[in-house]
Nanobody
Framework: QVQLVESGGGLAQAGGSLKLSCAASGRIVLPKEMGWYRQPPGKQREVVALISSDGIVSYRNSVKGRFTLSRDTGRNNIYLQMNNLKPEDTAVYYC????????WGQGTQVTVSS
């Protein structure tokens, strides 16, 4: 079984920054993809950023240049540095890990005030 624990959400003003962390533990089978998704209020879950098993990172267009996904390979941890936050970034953010099964964290709330 795989467990994902997110931390680092909270309240920020527009233009501010937050950093999310995700710690993965358990029986993790390689290769794996990890990433961040978010679910804005009243909307469906959407991808924010993904990192492949060979370290290639991709971002949704609306966060390019503002968000940075990084990975601590040895410990299966990933991070999401979010800068220049906007009110439309308000959402519950989820960490994911994909092997042959997709695992999800419990989610962390990010609220950006204007």
């Amino acid at each position: 079984q795989v467990q994902l624990v997110e931390s680092g959400g909270g309240l920020a003003q527009a233009g501010g920054s937050l950093k999310l962390s995700c710690a993965a533990s358990g029986r993790i089978v390689l290769p794996k993809e990890m990433g961040w998704y978010r679910q804005p209020p009243g909307k469906q879950r959407e991808v924010v950023a993904l990192i492949s098993s060979d370290g290639i990172v991709s971002y949704r267009n609306s966060v390019k240049g503002r968000f940075t996904l990084s990975r601590d390979t040895g410990r299966n941890n990933i991070y999401l540095q979010m800068n220049n936050l906007k009110p439309e970034d308000t959402a519950v953010y989820y960490c994911s890990l994909n092997t042959s099964t997709t695992y999800w964290g419990q989610g962390t709330q990010v609220t950006v005030s204007s």
